[in-house]
């Protein structure tokens, strides 16, 4: 078996979602650690919060693979009462790497989106318009729905504690729009490209009221429950491109949205 390092493991991230991908304003690779630090097991999560850096240590992880950067702006001091620099110190004591794929895994063929729309039982599944890569998807619904129906299969899909439903009027649903996280930018789009419905999450007021005038409906997932999936889909491509090398990787299965319905 070959040696693995975390270079090892950033380059397969690499070949399924290049850096290239990335928004402008977003800050994916290895934010802890350094490239040559040898990998023996792997812990893949949504967010490096201290629930899952305490996960990786009892698994003995050198290296964590997050979806969101643990760092996204530029930092002037590590203040280890501060919650960021307790967990960078923490990480760094520990001798655990962290490595972020965030938008470009949000674009990329095969990531985020891929992997909501199949998760909603999507078909035909394409970009946007025309794009190489997009933020987004269309598909089709096998049969198609009313706008309660969809929100109720939603939720049951994706496990969610609660969806929101934006209601447009009295019509089916057969085509429709996803985009991960916060994706409510996306909704106009989505219309614009023959979409009745729009999954997503964190959508605000009036992204909601702009939504009901264009005539679409939207299902709030919420953020957690829309990018969650992409965990184990993670952990099994990683398990895939390093079957050759000494190094196992764990999902993270005990995480839970940050939200809860009272």
Same mark, same amino acid.
């Given at each position: 078996?070959?040696?693995?390092?975390?270079?090892?493991?950033?380059?397969?991230?690499?070949r399924l979602a290049p850096r290239i991908l990335a928004e402008d304003w977003d800050n994916p690779g290895l934010l802890? /650690?350094?490239?040559?630090?040898?990998?023996? +097991?792997?812990?893949?999560?949504? &967010?490096?919060?201290?629930?899952?850096?305490?996960? !990786?240590? +009892?698994?003995?992880?050198q290296l964590i693979v997050a979806h969101h950067p643990l760092i996204f702006t530029a930092i002037k001091n590590i203040r280890t009462d501060l919650?960021?620099?307790?967990?960078?110190?923490?990480?760094?004591?520990?001798?655990?790497?962290? *490595?972020? !794929?965030?938008?470009?895994? &949000?674009?990329?063929?095969?990531?985020?989106?891929?992997?909501?729309?199949?998760?909603?039982?999507?078909?035909?599944?394409?970009?946007? /318009?025309? +794009?190489?890569?997009?933020?987004? @998807?269309?598909?089709?619904?096998?049969?198609?729905?009313?706008?309660?129906?969809?929100?109720?299969?939603?939720?049951?899909?994706?496990?969610?504690?609660?969806? @929101?439903?934006?209601?447009?009027?009295?019509?089916?649903?057969?085509?429709?729009?996803?985009?991960? /996280?916060?994706?409510?930018?996306?909704?106009?789009?989505?219309?614009?490209? /023959? !979409?009745?419905?729009?999954?997503?999450? &964190?959508?605000?007021?009036? &992204?909601?009221?702009?939504?009901?005038?264009?005539?679409?409906?939207?299902?709030?997932?919420?953020?957690?429950?829309?990018?969650?999936?992409?965990?184990?889909?993670?952990?099994?491509?990683?398990?895939?491109?390093?079957?050759? *090398?000494?190094?196992?990787?764990? !999902?993270?299965?005990?995480?839970?949205? *940050? *939200?809860?319905?009272?």
């Amino acid at each position: 078996m070959k040696h693995c390092t975390v270079q090892t493991v950033a380059d397969a991230v690499n070949r399924l979602a290049p850096r290239i991908l990335a928004e402008d304003w977003d800050n994916p690779g290895l934010l802890v /650690g350094e490239p040559s630090a040898p990998v023996k +097991e792997i812990f893949v999560c949504l &967010d490096v919060t201290d629930a899952t850096i305490e996960q !990786a240590i +009892e698994l003995g992880a050198q290296l964590i693979v997050a979806h969101h950067p643990l760092i996204f702006t530029a930092i002037k001091n590590i203040r280890t009462d501060l919650p960021l620099g307790k967990k960078i110190a923490r990480l760094i004591k520990n001798d655990v790497a962290v *490595f972020a !794929a965030h938008t470009n895994l &949000d674009s990329a063929t095969g990531g985020v989106n891929d992997v909501l729309a199949k998760r909603i039982g999507l078909r035909d599944v394409k970009n946007f /318009g025309d +794009e190489e890569f997009s933020l987004g @998807r269309l598909g089709t619904l096998e049969t198609p729905m009313s706008a309660e129906d969809f929100a109720r299969h939603v939720k049951q899909s994706l496990g969610a504690d609660n969806v @929101r439903l934006i209601c447009a009027g009295d019509f089916p649903i057969s085509k429709v729009g996803v985009s991960s /996280g916060a994706g409510a930018s996306f909704i106009a789009k989505a219309k614009f490209f /023959g !979409a009745e419905a729009f999954v997503t999450g &964190d959508v605000k007021y009036h &992204d909601a009221q702009a939504a009901v005038e264009r005539g679409i409906h939207v299902v709030d997932a919420g953020h957690f429950a829309t990018e969650f999936p992409i965990v184990r889909e993670l952990a099994d491509y990683l398990r895939g491109e390093l079957k050759n *090398f000494d190094a196992e990787v764990f !999902a993270d299965t005990a995480s839970k949205d *940050f *939200f809860a319905t009272i």
